[in-house]
């Protein structure tokens, strides 16, 4: 599999997984299937596996209006989003007014939500929304705002994936109700990869986190409602561990920066349902994230 076929950079972005969950989707029969992502986010993965032929459909959704809106974009509003990428302007005013829009979409078109989202996503640290421009309001770090925006090829992801326009549904529902109304009408050939917002420190992270009863009442409702074959990552900590105590489940370690670099371990937890891949395939998910972390540590 090639890597960064998503136009998004993603806090926690699981793109570099990929080969891991196709991996799981060969274990067991899978591959050629509907392929869902309650969190979407950068859909860094689900790209990836539809692009490469791993998938057939992939069902994106995400409860934040702003990634919503851009997915949407990229569907439906493909050659406006393009020029709009092209004729971009690498300014701090511009990131300014940008930033509004991200912080009021209730007064904008889904067009403008969406690529206010992309521009803020390519031009902050990190890719995090709410976090500061990459370069600083200066602009005299040794990486400046446009650092991750390399207009030609970020066209070409987006129109790569226009094309498989009719292989994407994006919703706009809570996790809940996406379990609830959309899982049960996936065909039985399908996986679901479920990446909520991180346990701890996701109010830095996300425009949309969890408080510690939302993850537990969202652990409940994957493992006792989910009929269909699941995975869930998570940041390794002592609560998912017990949330999730009766499932099956790895560690792998984890670096992330974000203004400061943060170490620490994830957890892989899988349905009963599913076959494990083997013990190297489960070291390889090490490797490939240390090797992520050591390239995002350059301009942050």
Not at 47 to 52: C, N, R, S, T, V
Request: aromatic residues 10%.
């Amino acid at each position: 599999m090639s890597q960064h076929k998503s136009p998004l950079r993603y806090p926690g972005g699981k793109q570099k997984l990929a080969p891991f969950i196709h991996e799981v989707m060969t274990q067991n029969g899978l591959l050629g299937c509907h392929y869902a992502e309650p969190y979407a986010g950068g859909s860094g993965v689900a790209i990836e596996l539809l692009l490469d032929g791993r998938a057939s459909h992939i069902h994106l959704n995400d409860s934040c209006k702003v990634v919503y809106s851009f997915w949407r974009s990229v569907l439906l509003d493909t050659e406006e989003l393009c020029r709009r990428i092209s004729r971009a302007s690498m300014t701090i005013a511009e990131w300014r007014r940008q930033r509004e829009i991200v912080r009021n979409p209730h007064k904008f078109s889904r067009l403008d939500i969406g690529f206010s989202m992309f521009y803020l996503n390519r031009c902050n640290r990190s890719g995090i929304l709410s976090g500061g421009v990459i370069g600083g309001l200066q602009q005299i770090g040794e990486w400046k705002m446009d650092a991750r925006f390399p207009r030609n090829e970020l066209i070409g992801r987006v129109e790569s994936i226009a094309l498989r326009k009719r292989d994407i549904t994006v919703t706009n529902l809570d996790a809940e109700i996406f379990i609830a109304e959309r899982v049960p009408k996936l065909p039985r050939k399908s996986l679901i990869y479920f990446d909520p917002p991180y346990f701890h420190k996701a109010e830095r992270l996300y425009l949309n986190h969890y408080s510690p009863s939302d993850h537990l009442r969202i652990a409940e409702v994957i493992q006792g409602r989910v009929k269909r074959p699941w995975l869930v990552s998570y940041d390794d900590t002592p609560q998912i561990r017990k949330y999730y105590s009766d499932r099956r489940r790895f560690s792998y370690s984890l670096q992330y920066n974000a203004r400061k670099v943060y170490r620490g371990r994830e957890l892989f937890i899988m349905a009963d349902r599913l076959k494990l891949p083997g013990e190297s395939k489960i070291k390889s998910i090490d490797s490939a994230l240390k090797s992520m972390a050591r390239r995002r540590e350059r301009c942050g």
